[in-house]
C-alpha cells in the first residue's frame, strides 16, 4: 500500500511572505515547492507580450486553450515555470505584471487550467503549494492547510523593499495603493476569491520570522501526521494500512 503524498497549502494575501515560508517549509519536509502565483503571472506575461487584454474574458479563453507552461523542478525542490520553452525568471516580477495577473487569475477559464496543472503536479509525489485558493479549491481534502495573514503596512514594506532591492523605484504609498487594490480584487472575484476557511490553520505573520512560522507549521504537520498514527493504531485494519 503506497501513502498518500503529502500535500502543504499555504493561503494568504500579496506579500504576507508564503514564498519565503514555502521554501524552508519545502525543504524541511523535502517536498517540491510551487509558487502558484507564478503560474498567473506567466499568463499575464503571454498576454501582454502578444498585445491581449489581460481582462478580455474570450482573449484570455483562447491564450490559456493555447498555453505551452510547464513546471520544471530544478533538482533542488524549487519549480520553475516555463513558458514557449524558456523559464519565466524575473520576467513575471515587474508592477505591470503583477496588475495583469490580478486581472486574469479572475477568469475562470484561466483558473480551471492553472488548478488543473497544479493538481497534475502535486499528486506525482507531494507538494508545497502557495497561493490565494490552495486549501479551498485546489486541494481541499488535505489536513494541512494554512492562511498566512499579515498587517498591510507590514506587507507593503515588504514588498518596497523587495523592489527597492531589484532596482524598481515604487513609492511605499504606490506600493500599498497597488497591494490594497490586488487585495480588494483577489477577496471580491467571484471565481475562488480570497478566504479563509475554518479547516485552515491561521497564522498572523506580522511579527513573526520566516524560521519561526516554519517551526509552527512543522509542529502542526507532526500533530495531525501522529494523531493519524494513533487512530490507526487502535484499528488493525489501519494500523496495517499506516506502517506500510
Ligand atoms: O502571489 P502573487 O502576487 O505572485 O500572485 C499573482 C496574482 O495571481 C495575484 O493577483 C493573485 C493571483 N493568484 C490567484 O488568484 N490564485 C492563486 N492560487 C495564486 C495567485
New binding site residues.
Partial sequence: MTKAPVIVAI?GP??VG??TVAKQLAKRLRLPML???????AV?LQALEDGSDPGDRRAMRRLVREIDLELRTDGDGGVEVWLRGEPVGQR?RTPEV?RA??L???HPSV?RR?VEL?RVFARRGGAV??????GTV?FPDTPFKFFLDARVEVRAERRHRELVAAGRGSTLEEVTKDLEE?DR??AG?ED?P?VRDESHFEIDASDLLPAEIVERMVGMIRRAQEGDREDAAGDPELAEVADD
Fill in positions: 493561503d500579496s506579500g508564503k514564498s509558487n502558484t502565483g507564478a503560474m498567473y503571472r499575464a513575471i503583477s495577473a490580478s486574469v487569475s479572475a483558473r492553472m497544479q503549494l502557495e497561493g490565494r485558493d490552495i485546489v490586488r480584487r483577489d472575484r475562488s480570497l
